[in-house]
């Protein structure tokens, strides 16, 4: 299940003592400048104009099973979250996302394509709003359907391929980049990298030959790096951001590493400049998507009948429509025109069947002789479109056509 978390900050009057007392905020004054901006985002994706084919600027969050993704999340957030083990401090929020996720996602270890969204408002978190995504697991585990793996890399590409999306891949600092596969999926939409941001958790750990790690970039990081130190047992945030301080200023390995891709602090930094970039870059033409579907909409409402004062005006009113649902079908299925929709590739049709059989066709010729094909290829999938088209009459639209109408 993808988990929206939305953290804000909340500027509280304190006074010095006080003030005194705490740790610096995550992030700078840069907040109150961002706010606006992710208000209007975040008010758009309230609005399901995702639904309507335009796509929001949206930081994804992606990493391998026991990345330490959770550790990342909560650290940004101030607040725990469910998981596996581990000690939760706030329990009542952990529970309520458990009792949400249940309700959505069932109770076993299968997963949902809806999303739960977590408001989170807290004094001196930076304002960020991001999709978290399921851990990669190749092997199911115990409960787990056995297509996990494809499940939930269907997810995943599903939120990372937009333009839009800033992936945040999550990578431990105990395992090779390469072969992680969250990066091949990243990859896979981002080539050049220029749209991913890599966090490194778990340095502690793994200190050895992190720097060249980071330094060398071997996977195509375009945003760059941050080494963080995760959370351990029932430490506070603010205990772990002071360990994690004095970890990366003392310890022989991790001290040579360069003092601005290190800690949370300069994670939450980089996340909100990197979201109000995007977000400044996509908005322009996001207003021009939504102001031309919203002329297409109102075009379309005003062709429609106005008023309908008999039972008869509602009668030629219903052949209207019939009529052109009709002649929108016969360009779609029978003529290959789809200048109706052409963002809406499920509706092209006969348009798209060319670029199916040539993909057959590559199939085809790319198995090897060890790998022949029997001779029941695509048996099946004619004999059911035999039955699918029944019986014809003349005059008649086909029967799965009268059925979508």
């Excluded at 996602?105 to 399921?134: C, E, F, N, W």
């Excluded at 002329?295 to 509602?314: C, F, H, R």
Aim: charged share 25%.
């Amino acid at each position: 299940m993808a988990k929206r978390v939305s953290i804000r900050s909340v500027n509280r009057n304190n006074n010095l003592a006080i003030m005194k007392l705490e740790m610096a905020p995550l992030v700078s004054s840069y907040n109150d400048r961002i706010r606006p901006l992710l208000d209007t985002i975040d008010s758009l994706r309230h609005l399901n104009v995702m639904k309507e084919g335009i796509q929001l600027p949206t930081i994804v969050v992606v990493g391998d099973q026991s990345s330490g993704k959770s550790s990342v999340l909560e650290s940004l957030a101030g607040i725990s979250l469910p998981r596996g083990q581990g000690i939760c401090t706030q329990a009542r929020v952990s529970d309520a996302i458990n009792v949400a996720t249940e309700e959505i996602a069932g109770t076993g270890k299968g997963i949902s394509h809806t999303p739960l969204t977590l408001v989170v408002r807290k004094k001196g978190v930076p304002d960020l709003t991001m999709v978290d995504l399921p851990g990669i697991t190749r092997v199911p585990v115990h409960g787990q359907p056995e297509d996990i793996y494809e499940q939930i890399s269907k997810i995943i590409m599903e939120y990372i391929s937009p333009n839009e999306s800033i992936i945040l891949n999550v990578l431990s600092a105990t395992v090779d980049f390469p072969t992680c596969e969250s990066i091949r999926m990243s990859q896979l939409v981002d080539k050049t990298g220029e749209r991913t941001l890599a966090v490194v958790t778990k340095v502690d750990k793994a200190p050895e030959g992190l720097l060249e790690k980071v330094t060398t970039d071997a996977v195509n990081i375009g945003l760059g790096y941050v080494c963080v130190r995760n959370r351990i047992g029932d430490e506070s945030y603010e205990e772990a951001r002071t360990k994690e301080a004095e970890l990366f200023e003392s310890h022989p390995l991790l001290s040579e590493i360069d003092k601005s891709i290190v800690g949370i602090p300069v994670l939450a930094q980089k996340l909100v400049e990197i979201q109000a970039a995007s977000i400044a870059r996509c908005l322009p033409e996001i207003v021009k998507k939504i102001n031309d579907k919203l002329d297409q909409n109102v075009d379309e409402l005003s062709q429609m009948p106005q008023n309908l004062a008999s039972a008869g005006d509602a009668m030629k009113a219903l052949f209207q429509i019939s009529g052109a649902a009709k002649d929108s079908l016969k360009k779609i299925l029978l003529q290959g025109e789809f200048e109706e929709y052409p963002e809406d590739e499920k509706m092209h049709c006969t348009a798209r069947m060319a670029d199916m059989l040539h993909d057959f066709s590559n199939q085809l010729y790319s198995k090897s002789a060890e790998d022949t094909l029997s001779g029941d290829f695509l048996i099946d999938e004619i004999k059911l479109l035999e039955e699918s088209k029944g019986i014809g009459l003349p005059n008649f639209i086909p029967r799965t056509v009268f059925l979508v109408l």
